[in-house]
């Protein structure tokens, strides 16, 4: 298999995964409401993160050199799907710039609503949460509106 035909498969599981979120998430807001939707729905994806979050237990509390280099290294494409820059590298602590992310590209591709993909962000943003929090760190996490796609911005502090 050519690499580029590796690369669109992995885009295009990717849109999968974004598509599969918004179909799940609107059958739980039709059968339990919004926040119970959010509720259900987060937790289940916080708990894959814990799972990934196991990963980087070693790099706790304050290894942010090793977390960094593992974390990065772990990003699909040479790191090009997420598009991250590390603004942040030191003993006290990690942030990292995310200038891209294959799942609201999706969602907006699907003609979703600033406000729908804002919701569902939150929803799979949390996997982050899970991730860093499992590997035993504090996490924060903001989304600024950058035209028509937000930049994510990841803070990774010791407990």
């Known amino acids: 298999m050519s690499e580029e035909k590796l690369r669109k498969e992995l885009y295009a599981a990717n849109t999968n995964r974004a598509i ?7 059958a739980m807001v039709e059968e339990f409401g919004m926040e119970k939707a959010k509720e259900v729905m987060k937790k289940g994806i916080y708990r894959r993160g814990e799972q990934i979050g196991a990963n980087f237990k070693q790099f706790a509390p304050g290894n942010f050199e090793g977390l960094r280099d ?20 030191d003993e006290g602590g990690l942030d990292i710039e995310f200038d891209n992310c294959p799942l609201k590209n999706a969602w907006i591709d699907m003609g979703l609503s600033d406000e729908e993909c804002a919701t569902l962000c939150e929803v799979a943003g949390i996997i982050d949460y899970g991730t860093f929090e499992g590997a035993g760190f504090h996490f924060e996490m903001t989304a600024l509106p950058e035209g028509s796609k937000d930049k994510c911005y990841l803070k990774v502090r010791s407990k």
Do not use: E, Q, S, W
């Open 20 to 26: 599969i979120y918004k179909l799940v998430f609107d």
């Open 70 to 89: 593992a974390f990065l290294g772990g990003i699909p494409d040479d790191g090009k799907m997420f598009a991250p820059t590390v603004t942040r590298c």
